[in-house]
Structures are given as structure tokens and as C-alpha cells.
């Protein structure tokens, strides 16, 4: 709609969760305008803009207007060319079948099923769960997610080697680029794997929630 994207739950679901507005380096005023011209009631607000922007003034832009700040994610992105190898113990493994799901622990954080639409990643044993992350295909591209390494095995290299891995799985299936966005924590880990930080998304609402219909 104009110069944002509304995004919302894809039928069946009776009743969306929720309704979000994407804006990709377009002013605030003019995000906000666009999103009260569409009426689409309460409403999550990412904002994406390069990595040099001054976030500290959009957060007041956007605050000014009506809106609270939420949260903060970068977003990188891997060529594929340069891909450091991670190895792990246990090694890292890829998800084939629902049966192979099932063998993971069901301690461990994890999707609660199997997704054959994704490369899924992991790292296990009969008795624990060490780490997990998806890798789904865009055209040539793929889009990176959920991973998770366990509090208790986290410091052990057990991320480095799953995202090794799946960066060394895409390239060999023709993947032109990888793409994720990082919390703060995971900042750090990527740009030792090759990702180069190409933006920021940084997520609102407003602040005067309306009635729930």
C-alpha cells in the first residue's frame, strides 16, 4: 500500500494474530500516514533502514508520532563465497524425516514438527539436544532461522558449527546469498561466519492500544 507492506495470516486462520506493517527506508511521517490512510487498526511497525541511520532519531521520529519502540534486529547477509569451517561433538546433522525428528530429545527447544518445506539442522544424541537452525529457500536465496543452542551448551561452538554447516549446504545447492536477522547476542556470532551487517530493523507499536473487536 503506497510505500509499505501489510502483512497479515494466511487463511485458514478465522482470526490473524496479529497485522504488521513493513516500511523499507521510507521516512516515519510518511509510514504512518500511509499505514492511518489503509485503517488497519493496532498494528506492529518494522522499520527497516540501512546500517548507518541514525536509529536514535527515528525511534524519536516514530515516538513523536504516536508509537513505542519494542525491539531491535539486524539484519546480515553471507555471499557465499568465503564459508569458515565449524566442526562439533556430536557433529552436526540434517533433519530428513518426521521418524529422525522424532529421535531428538523432547527437552530441547525445538519446532513442534517436523517441516519438510525447510533444511532443518541439528545437533544430538539419544540423551540431549545441543543446538538447532532452519535454512529455507527464496529463488536463489535462503532465509535463516531459529537458531538455538541451549543455555547450558552455549560457549562450546556448538552455533558456529550449525551455521557451517548450513552455509556449506546451501552453496553446494546453488544458493546465491544467505540472509537472517540477529537479536544483539547473535550479532556477535555472524560476522565471524562471513555475514556483513546490510541493515537495521527496529520494531514499534502504538501506543495507545485500541479495543480488541
Known amino acids: 500500500m503506497g510505500p509499505i507492506w501489510v502483512l497479515r495470516d494466511e487463511p485458514p486462520r478465522k482470526r490473524g494474530r496479529k497485522t504488521e506493517i513493513f516500511a523499507c527506508g521510507t521516512d516515519p511521517r510518511s509510514t504512518v500516514e500511509a499505514a492511518e490512510r489503509a485503517r488497519i487498526g493496532w498494528h506492529f511497525l518494522c522499520d527497516v533502514v540501512g546500517p548507518d541511520e541514525d536509529l536514535k532519531a527515528r525511534r524519536a521520529a516514530f515516538k513523536a508520532l504516536g508509537y513505542r519502540a519494542i525491539a531491535t534486529e539486524w539484519a546480515y ?36 514438527r517436523w517441516n519438510p518445506s525447510v533444511t532443518q539442522f541439528a545437533i544430538w544424541t539419544e540423551q540431549d539436544a545441543y543446538g538447532w537452525v532452519h535454512s529455507q529457500l527464496v529463488g536463489d536465496d535462503a532465509w535463516v532461522g531459529d537458531l538455538y543452542v541451549p543455555e547450558e551448551h552455549r560457549r562450546h561452538g556448538y552455533g558456529r558449527a550449525l551455521m557451517s554447516a548450513l552455509l556449506r549446504h546451501d552453496r553446494d545447492r546453488g544458493v546465491r546469498s544467505s540472509v537472517l536477522l540477529a537479536s544483539s547476542a547473535g550479532s556477535h556470532l555472524y560476522p565471524q561466519l562471513g555475514y556483513q551487517l546490510v541493515g537495521v530493523l527496529q520494531m514499534f507499536c502504538p501506543r495507545d492500544r485500541e479495543p480488541s473487536s
Do not use: C, Y
Open 77 to 112: 547477509a553471507h555471499d557465499s563465497r568465503e564459508i569458515p569451517v565449524f566442526d562439533s561433538d556430536p557433529p552436526v546433522r540434517i533433519v530428513t524425516s518426521a521418524g529422525e525428528f522424532a529421535t531428538i530429545p523432547v527437552g530441547a527447544w525445538r519446532p513442534r
